[in-house]
């Protein structure tokens, strides 16, 4: 079974730019969760998907959001970009009670 | 709220050492307990879990106990290879689904 998939792996954005990043979850799986995870604040929930609705949400600016589709594919966009949205970004796609992750994506923002 | 407190690194071992990165937490109820692991320039990988007190999770020669009683859940081996340097990452599932991880423990291990 193909694990958690990411795109892209690595993007360069400059401040002000937005940015679209995708996760495809473990077939099967229905709920997608986003991370940001940085040396200085480690790993930090952002939002959760499931069957296309969000189900949680952790305390990021309203510049952070996400969506599901109906393949359970998951995208999360940040607007206007600061310097220290600069983060590796993680999905994880999960059953009931495991959290699967895939390799993330590396945000730098210049 | 609920929290996750893991000791801070890095640990540095010799090969054939014995490793324990301690892990207690803050709690609501009876939270699903993780450790993950995460190697350089890669995603997190689950490593054990433990769903009830007493429950043990073990893999690839790792084990923690859920303890109830000390709110921990320690992670051990006995004899660590150089294979093992990585960050790992205790973490619990609130009630509502939410993961709560730990900062992380950078292991290092020498030949």
């Known amino acids: 079974k193909a694990g958690v998939t990411q795109t892209p792996r690595y993007l360069i954005k400059t401040r002000g730019q937005q940015v679209t990043l995708s996760c495809s979850p473990i077939?099967?799986?229905?709920?997608v969760s986003w991370y940001q995870q940085t040396p200085g604040q480690g790993l930090q929930f952002l939002f959760e998907?499931?069957?296309?609705?969000?189900?949680n949400k952790g305390n990021f600016p309203g510049r952070f959001s996400g969506r599901q589709f109906s393949n359970s594919r998951s995208e999360m966009n940040v607007s206007t970009l600061e310097l220290g949205d600069s983060a590796l970004y993680l999905c994880?796609?999960?059953?009931?009670?495991?959290?699967?992750f895939g390799p993330g994506t590396r945000l730098l923002v210049l | 709220g609920d929290s996750v407190t893991q000791m801070e690194g890095p640990v540095t071992l010799s090969e054939e050492a014995f490793l324990t990165i301690n892990c207690t937490y803050t709690?609501?109820?009876?939270?699903?307990l993780f450790w993950y692991v995460q190697y350089p320039g890669e995603g997190l990988q689950l490593l054990l879990k433990?769903?009830?007190?007493?429950d043990k999770g073990s893999n690839k020669g790792f084990e923690a106990t859920y303890r109830k009683e000390t709110t921990s859940f320690h992670l051990e081996k006995g004899s660590v290879q150089v294979s093992d340097s990585a960050v790992y990452f205790c973490?619990?599932?609130?009630?509502?689904?939410?993961?709560?991880f730990g900062k992380g423990t950078r292991l290092h291990i020498l030949p």
């Open positions: 973490a619990l599932q609130t009630r509502d689904d939410k993961i709560i």
């Open positions: 077939s099967g799986h229905r709920s």
């Open positions: 709690a609501t109820g009876y939270p699903s």
């Open positions: 994880a796609s999960s059953t009931s009670e495991t959290q699967y």
């Open positions: 433990a769903t009830k007190a007493d």
């Open positions: 998907y499931f069957s296309e609705t969000q189900r």
